[in-house]
């Protein structure tokens, strides 16, 4: 079993910065992909961004250009650095691993963009 712990939501005005954190339980030696979901009240579970083993990126066209997502595979974990957060990026952020046929969650960590 894989637990993923996400850390760094909370409150930011518009404009401003966060970084979320994700740590795994576990290293996980074949091809793998670590991202970040969200989803807002009352919307499905979307795309944010996501980061091969190989370090090939993903991102939603929502958050290019503001969202940044590293990996340090040492450490088995993954990262999204957020800047210029507008209202609309507020939602549950989710990290996730795929590893082959298995998925893993992260509990959600709450990030409100709001004045």
């Known amino acids: 079993q894989v637990q993923l712990v996400e850390s760094g939501g909370g409150l930011v005005q518009p404009g401003g910065s966060l970084r979320l954190s994700c740590a795994a339980s576990r290293r996980f030696f074949s091809y793998n992909v670590m991202g970040w979901y969200r989803q807002a009240p009352g919307k499905q579970r979307e795309l944010v961004a996501t980061?091969?083993?190989?370090?090939?990126?993903n991102y939603a066209d929502t958050v290019k250009g503001r969202f940044t997502i590293s990996r340090d595979n040492a450490k088995n974990s993954v990262y999204l650095q957020m800047n210029s957060l507008k209202p609309e990026d507020t939602a549950v952020y989710y990290c996730?691993?795929?590893?082959?046929?298995?998925?893993?969650w992260g509990q959600g960590t709450q990030v409100t963009v709001s004045s």
């Open positions: 996730n691993v795929r590893a082959g046929p298995i998925s893993y």
């Open positions: 980061m091969t083993s190989d370090g090939v990126t």
